[in-house]
């Protein structure tokens, strides 16, 4: 069946064509929707793009750093205000991938794709929707919007990211899972820490046990073991081609030890 394009100047434009047919796919770097072109997947009968060159600027917005939605991972790699992100953007796909994924992108991949996503959770990051609203992270991830997102909006953590991928093809293999960690002291005490695996539940997610574990209590050995041990707690992963959800149940925790403990 063709698949029709339509590109329009601004995103309430392209709100509205989106909303008019179920076919119809907003169209980021095109880097998973163009694959599922190529399968000849029914469901895609339209895609809708936006050129409006604001939403490939990365700029300053107080503390945050207002990501563009088309901002490309090889932009982010490069963007000096983005440098506690770069470390994630490198390790998604290769250089052609990398030249066009986008980090709003990001946001809607389907597992096991979604480091970056799983980053920006950690981060706490906000998205801004092309209808004028505000959210989290997390709620897109949760509930999908019927709006285009237009930008995100994340403040560089003050204790810095940490984040560990692991893979079985090195250097950009898919995803085993993906470790992003935000882990603040206060008077040599874990504060509101933010665990998130990405390849452990259909979208990256909190480790809420792992969290329980380090709140309050000094980054030590006896702590990260605890966190460790909590790490998978909840998740029921996946079974694919890359790892069975049993061995990613098993390693989670191995994984987070690795990370946390390079933060001592
Ligand atoms: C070979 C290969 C390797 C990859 N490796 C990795 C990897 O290591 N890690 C990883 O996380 N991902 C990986 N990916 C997946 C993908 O490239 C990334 O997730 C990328 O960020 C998706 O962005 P995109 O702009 O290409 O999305 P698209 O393919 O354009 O769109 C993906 C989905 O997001 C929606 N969307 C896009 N932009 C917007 C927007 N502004 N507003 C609302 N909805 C939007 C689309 O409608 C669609 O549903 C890989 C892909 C390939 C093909």
Redo the contacts with the bound molecule.
């Keep these: 069946m063709p698949v029709s394009v339509q590109t329009f100047g601004t995103i309430a434009e392209a709100n509205r064509a989106l909303s008019a047919g179920r076919g119809a796919?907003?169209?980021?770097?095109?880097?998973?929707?163009?694959?599922a072109i190529n399968e000849a997947n029914p469901d895609v009968e339209t895609l809708i793009r936006v050129t409006d060159p604001q939403l490939s600027q990365v700029r300053l917005e107080g503390s945050a750093v207002r990501i563009g939605?088309h901002v490309t991972?090889r932009e982010i790699a490069r963007s000096r205000e983005l440098a506690f992100l770069a470390p994630v953007a490198r390790?998604?796909?290769?250089p052609q991938?990398r030249s066009?994924?986008?980090a709003?992108?990001?946001l809607?991949?389907e597992q096991p794709?979604?480091?970056?996503a799983g980053a920006l959770l950690a981060c706490g990051a906000q998205v801004e929707l092309g209808d004028g609203r505000r959210t989290s992270v997390e709620d897109v991830l949760r509930s999908p919007p019927r709006s285009?997102?237009e930008a995100i909006l994340v403040t560089p953590p003050a204790d810095g990211l940490a984040f560990k991928k692991i893979t079985r093809v090195k250097p950009?293999g898919?995803?085993l899972m993906s470790i992003s960690a935000v882990v603040p002291r206060r008077g040599g005490r874990v504060d509101n820490p933010r665990i998130v695996f990405n390849g452990m539940a259909d979208k990256p997610a909190r480790s809420n046990g792992a969290e329980r574990a380090l709140a309050g209590h000094p980054l030590s050995a006896e702590t990260i073991a605890r966190a460790a041990a909590a790490a998978a707690d909840g998740f029921t992963p996946r079974d694919d081609s890359h790892a069975s959800g049993w061995y990613r149940r098993e390693v989670a925790g191995v994984h987070l030890s690795r990370l946390l403990s390079e933060l001592i």
């Design positions: 796919h907003y169209m980021g770097g095109g880097t998973t929707l163009m694959r939605a991972m390790v998604i796909g290769g991938v066009a994924a986008t709003a992108g990001n809607f991949a794709y979604g480091d970056f285009i997102v950009k898919v995803s």
